[in-house]
């Protein structure tokens, strides 16, 4: 047999895979931005039945039982807290951040495409709102790593006089994971 004919279908196959993969990508990454807008209406202060809370400097965080917060000395440089799933499917990082410049909403999105587009070669942005938090309301940007195969999320918070962002991550194909990080986000205040 030809070697070409037998390539064909598999490209086919790798085309098809790669729309399968970042269709996946692009649910999990609505469900992370409508999980949290869609408790806007509702009290933004837990995160769910059997949920335990951690006490960070000026916040708190709730979490499901089935994510551990990582130990200060394994932290990454800057973190505050971190939390992460025990099956590593997700993680939420928390950090104290200066405030950002008023440039408006629009501006602020505009920079973290940019900024994010230039940083990963598959960055695909889902959304940028306004959503509710224990604290507030927060700016919440949703993009997709559809190489990664992840849905992320970065959201603005401010606490008292604090200000904090919650870099929020959840493993594509997986809407329990990804609801689990909007319920840990909608958890962060006092």
Not at 110 to 121: A, E, M, S, V, Y
């Amino acid at each position: 047999m030809n070697e070409q004919v037998l390539a064909a279908p598999l490209h086919v196959t790798s085309r098809r895979r790669k729309l399968a993969n970042a269709v996946v990508a692009a649910l999990a990454g609505a469900t992370i931005a409508t999980a949290i807008i869609v408790a806007n209406g509702r009290d933004a202060g837990h995160s769910g039945p059997g949920a335990t809370e951690l006490k960070g400097p000026g916040f708190t965080i709730a979490y499901p039982r089935e994510w551990q917060p990582v130990p200060a000395a394994k932290l990454p440089d800057g973190a505050a807290a971190m939390l992460r799933r025990t099956d590593g499917k997700g993680a939420v990082i928390v950090r104290r951040k200066a405030q950002p410049r008023d440039g408006g909403l629009r501006a602020l999105t505009g920079q973290l495409t940019t900024t994010l587009d230039r940083r990963f070669d598959d960055f695909q942005f889902v959304s940028a709102r306004i959503a509710r938090t224990r604290a507030g309301n927060a700016f919440l940007y949703t993009f997709l790593r559809t190489k990664q195969k992840t849905a992320q999320s970065i959201a603005l918070v401010k606490v008292g006089a604090a200000n904090y962002t919650l870099d929020g991550v959840a493993a594509t194909g997986d809407q329990r994971v990804a609801r689990e990080v909007a319920a840990i986000v909608r958890s962060f205040g006092r």
